[in-house]
């Protein structure tokens, strides 16, 4: 994808194919296993979500409002900043992602060691009240896929 590109410190790796998708692999791990359970439903009908989605709405409105097309240097490959690299190549801008480690991911990160077991840097824990959020689960197409313990 030519929006969207990512580079690691040259210490570290070279710099990696650009892809559209990165966030998508990153969290392909921690999304993996089969869903339990579907998502509650009185999680998109709290004041909480309700307000902070408006919000949410109300300010990516002003950001693609701008239409300057700009290249922007994104800090951290983890959930955030592939998160914030996403809106920004979609508001029309290019972003770039500086990653100090050679893996993706941040705290959602994981690989798969020598015997095929995935192991995980850190707890992926996510709840209905973070809009944005649930937001970026659906316009990847994971939403379905996440695992609700109730």
Same mark, same amino acid.
């Given at each position: 994808?030519?929006?969207?590109?990512?580079? $690691?410190?040259? =210490?570290? &790796?070279?710099?990696?194919?650009?892809?559209?998708?990165?966030?998508?692999?990153?969290?392909?791990?921690?999304?993996?296993? #089969?869903? %339990?359970?579907?998502?509650?439903?009185? /999680?998109?009908?709290?004041? &909480?979500?309700?307000? @902070?989605?408006?919000?949410?709405?109300?300010?990516?409105?002003?950001?693609?409002?701008? +239409?300057?097309?700009?290249? !922007?240097? /994104?800090?951290?490959?983890?959930?955030?900043?592939?998160?914030? @690299? =996403?809106?920004?190549?979609?508001?029309? $801008?290019? #972003? /770039? !992602?500086?990653? @100090?480690?050679? /893996?993706? +991911? +941040?705290? !959602?990160?994981?690989?798969?060691?020598?015997?095929?077991?995935?192991?995980?840097?850190?707890? $992926?824990?996510?709840?209905?009240?973070?809009? &944005?959020?649930?937001?970026?689960?659906?316009?990847?197409?994971? $939403?379905? %896929?996440?695992?609700? =313990?109730?």
């Amino acid at each position: 994808c030519e929006r969207f590109s990512l580079f $690691h410190t040259p =210490k570290l &790796n070279p710099p990696c194919r650009p892809c559209g998708m990165l966030l998508l692999a990153a969290l392909s791990c921690a999304l993996s296993m #089969p869903m %339990r359970s579907t998502t509650p439903p009185g /999680v998109f009908n709290t004041a &909480n979500y309700r307000d @902070a989605s408006a919000l949410s709405e109300w300010l990516a409105a002003q950001a693609g409002a701008s +239409g300057s097309g700009r290249t !922007v240097a /994104v800090i951290g490959g983890g959930l955030s900043g592939l998160s914030c @690299a =996403k809106y920004l190549a979609d508001a029309g $801008h290019r #972003p /770039v !992602v500086l990653e @100090a480690r050679p /893996v993706l +991911g +941040g705290k !959602v990160s994981a690989w798969q060691d020598r015997d095929g077991d995935w192991i995980e840097t850190g707890l $992926h824990i996510f709840f209905g009240a973070y809009p &944005n959020m649930m937001r970026l689960f659906s316009e990847l197409k994971l $939403h379905e %896929r996440l695992q609700w =313990k109730t």
